[in-house]
């Protein structure tokens, strides 16, 4: 068993910073394809950043602002968000390609989400 548990969401000012936290537990083999996804109200899921085969992208709209990370001795993979904009408003979901042993193939596993408001 895979879990993504992510931390760090909450209520900022516009121009204010937060920083997402995803930590995986269980049984890991490696971890592969790293990501964020955001989903605002009534909206699909977007795609804000990823890290993969060693190259990181990011959606235009948050690029120049957001940066994620990873740490893979802790399992974990962060979203650094500054200068926020109300329009950053949104459940940010962490996703990561996790191989759960060497004979298998990477899995998508998500997060729970966690909301990012930002507002006056």
């Known amino acids: 068993q895979v879990q993504l548990v992510e931390s760090g969401g909450g209520l900022v000012q516009p121009g204010g910073s937060l920083r997402l936290s995803c930590a995986a537990s269980g049984s890991i083999f490696s971890i592969g394809v790293k990501a964020w996804y955001l989903q605002a109200p009534g909206k699909q899921r977007e795609l804000v950043a990823a890290?993969?085969?060693?190259?990181?992208n990011y959606a235009d709209s948050v690029k120049g602002r957001f940066t994620i990370s990873g740490d893979n001795a802790k399992n974990t993979v962060y979203l650094q968000m500054n200068s926020l904009k109300p329009e950053d408003t949104a459940v940010y979901y962490c996703n990561a390609a996790v191989t759960v042993d060497r004979y298998s193939t990477p899995y998508p596993y998500w997060g729970q989400g966690t909301q990012v408001t930002v507002a006056a």
């Open positions: 890290i993969s085969g060693g190259s990181i």
